[in-house]
């Protein structure tokens, strides 16, 4: 994103071009909390702050509501088995291409922070939740916690990278 020209211009690699802003919402666009591109038309889908989640549709330039959520849409939102998976507070959902399941998991919020940041590492689906972070199997099994911060530690971005899952935290007071 260019900062340095028109403001609610997304600029997209590699031909950086130009996406309309969101219409809607209370204030008359969306931001988004998470983007990702999912399938192999390479189709992007924004998690809106209004608790939407939005595709782009090329053929019209410009932003479609697709599916809603219920509860925080903070949440996290990544490709993985050739689904689309997000999650708002307390629920872990997914999209196969053609139907939106709101509900295929739950996570339990120990805290009250609702990001859930999600990657990928081999086989396994990666979510952030509070100070834990979760694996999911490609047969649909979690596995439960894969790792367990200290309390106070939350979980706030995650990547992969050289085989390796990287996760940013912010510190809160000890409950």
Known sequence: ?????????????????????????????????WMTQ???????????????IYQWRNNVSSWGSVN????????????????????????LGDF????????????????PYTWRPMTVLGTKLYVGNDHNIYSLETSGVSNGSAVVLPVGYNIRCM?????MIYFGTFKTEKA
Not at 96 to 111: A, C, F, I, Q, Y
């Open 96 to 111: 196969d291409g053609t139907t939106w399941r709101n509900s295929v998991g739950s996570l339990t919020s120990v805290g």
């Open 38 to 52: 999912y399938g192999s038309t390479g189709t992007v889908y924004g998690f809106g702050r209004d608790g939407f």
């Open 68 to 91: 809603q959520i219920t509860g925080n849409p903070a949440g996290g939102m990544t490709e993985f088995n050739n689904k689309l998976y997000f999650a708002a507070a307390s629920d």
């Open 1 to 33: 994103m260019d900062i340095h020209r028109e403001a609610g211009i997304l600029q997209v690699s590699p031909r950086l071009d130009n996406m309309t802003v969101v219409k809607g919402g209370s204030s008359g666009s969306v931001s988004f909390f």
């Open 159 to 163: 990547t992969t990278f050289n085989n």
